[in-house]
């Protein structure tokens, strides 16, 4: 059994469509970032990584590479339950976090869930998403970003 952790961050903006755990959600700000910004996915894959002892995200898809230049990062995800299963390992569970003021995602959990699992050959009941605000303090509070952790189980 290996326990991985794993963190993303990225910058709110207008113009960019705001992809949270593989499901667009409508709002007036997106993440920003060479891909498509999903930090959610990008916390899932380094947990499942760093699990591993793979590395990071940085390493397998860097951001200066226009191979990984707005991929969808749901590839990066299959790309990365590739890479732990190539070590012998298998995804057990998912537990994350998402950091943020607004949009409220509790609608989209649901969709996240399946859409996550899906990928990883787990069950939605595999893969857990919470969600929580700052209370508006700082870059989180003031919807400049937004922050991701995960933590994974493999066997």
């Not at 191979?67 to 990066?76: A, G, N, V």
């Not at 409220?104 to 787990?122: H, L, N, R």
Request: with cysteine; proline share 3%.
């Amino acid at each position: 059994m290996r326990i991985g952790s794993g963190v993303d961050f990225h910058q709110l903006v207008e113009g960019r469509d705001l992809w949270i755990g593989g499901i667009k959600i409508p709002h007036h700000k997106g993440a920003l970032g060479h891909s498509d910004a999903d930090v959610l996915l990008h916390a899932i894959c380094d947990a499942l990584l760093g699990a591993a002892c793979l590395g990071d995200i940085g390493t397998h898809f860097p951001d200066t590479s226009n191979d990984f230049k707005d991929i969808d990062s749901k590839i990066l995800l299959a790309k990365s339950i590739e890479l732990i299963k190539a070590e012998g390992y298998q995804l057990i569970n998912i537990d994350a976090t998402l950091c943020l003021e607004a949009p409220k995602i509790k609608p989209y959990v649901s969709a996240m869930q399946e859409t996550i699992a899906k990928i990883c050959g787990v069950t939605n009941k595999d893969v857990s998403i919470k969600a929580t605000t700052t209370e508006k303090l700082g870059f989180v509070g003031r919807e400049e970003g937004l922050v991701a952790y995960a933590t994974v189980l493999l066997q």
